[in-house]
């Protein structure tokens, strides 16, 4: 018996399947067939079933039918949980990239009025560089400079609110690694589930892309770590041992990103035997590095 969005098939027999344009399109995800016993539809065997009058009856139920399955696939992906801090999280990273390219401008601009102070910009902050350049310039520089203020008060606000949304979309990512760094991390996946499917190995590496295609094309050394660098233990652990870091922290992310995807909610215990278990590794390699000296090697 082969089964097709229009009936089922087989010994000489056919039975339309009954309901509206949404059932079919229902029957469509649910049917499973073998390619072994597959036979290729035509539409004369809807014909013959009696589902279709003819060949443009039949072409006109199959479209109505794919873009009923298509609308409610795209329905149920925006309707994600991970949709909208997905969309907040790439609208962060566009507002980091603009108001980079528009102080490195800004400051450029500020050079041609003051030469020397080409030699002075290189060790002030960008919002002081940005604040003096407002203060000391007049008329369109300083008004840009102004906007780039206010560019980055929005994008202050704008991270917050991605903090706040990661801790309800992700509490046990965001609890072991930090609601913003978490969102970048479920980000650079692709999304919570696309995370969650990760092992960990994967995890560990995610956001270093240049870094592991160097390391494809010219056998550098492979990266040890991409965006949970970001985390306190593994910037701060000793250089020679934040790979072993890195390793025990995505390993811990690989399960928080499951349970996150599965249940939704927080897991105490988990919690708090992984941030031990973190915590313990960080500070035990940190004090095997004070007592050794020579080369330092990464794990």
Not at 121 to 149: M, W
Request: hydrophobic share 40%; with cysteine.
């Amino acid at each position: 018996m082969q089964s097709y969005w229009f009936g089922d098939v087989g010994d000489g027999n056919c039975t339309p399947s009954s309901g509206d344009v949404q059932a079919k399109a229902d029957r469509v995800r649910s049917i499973h067939t073998s390619m072994d016993s597959f036979i290729p539809l035509s539409w004369e065997i809807s014909v013959a079933c009696g589902a279709c009058r003819d060949r443009a009856d039949y072409i006109a139920k199959l479209r109505e039918v794919c873009f009923t399955a298509a609308d409610r696939d795209i329905r149920q992906q925006y309707s994600g949980k991970d949709a909208e801090l997905l969309q907040m999280v790439r609208t962060l990273d566009e507002m980091d990239t603009v108001i980079n390219l528009l102080t490195e401008r800004a400051v450029e601009w500020y050079q041609l009025r003051h030469p020397t102070f080409t030699r002075k910009y290189r060790k002030t902050p960008a919002h002081i560089l940005v604040k003096n350049i407002r203060e000391k310039s007049r008329g369109a520089l300083s008004f840009v400079a102004g906007e780039i203020e206010r560019l980055s008060a929005t994008r202050t606000e704008l991270a917050k609110a991605v903090s706040g949304r990661a801790n309800d979309v992700m509490p046990n990512t965001s609890a072991l690694i930090g609601g913003l760094v978490a969102a970048r991390l479920m980000a650079n996946a692709g999304g919570l589930e696309d995370l969650s499917r990760m092992p960990a190995s994967a995890i560990q590496v995610l956001g270093a892309r240049t870094a592991l295609f160097a390391h494809l094309r010219t056998k550098s050394p492979s990266p040890k770590h991409g965006i949970i660098f970001q985390h306190r233990r593994v910037h701060n652990a000793p250089r020679d041992c934040r790979g072993k870091v890195a390793r025990v922290l995505a390993g811990k992310l690989a399960i928080a990103a499951r349970i996150d995807h599965y249940r939704g909610v927080a897991d105490p215990v988990f919690l708090e035997s992984a941030q031990a278990r973190i915590d313990l590794t960080g500070t035990v390699r940190g004090k095997e590095t004070g007592k050794t000296t020579g080369k330092e090697t990464e794990p």
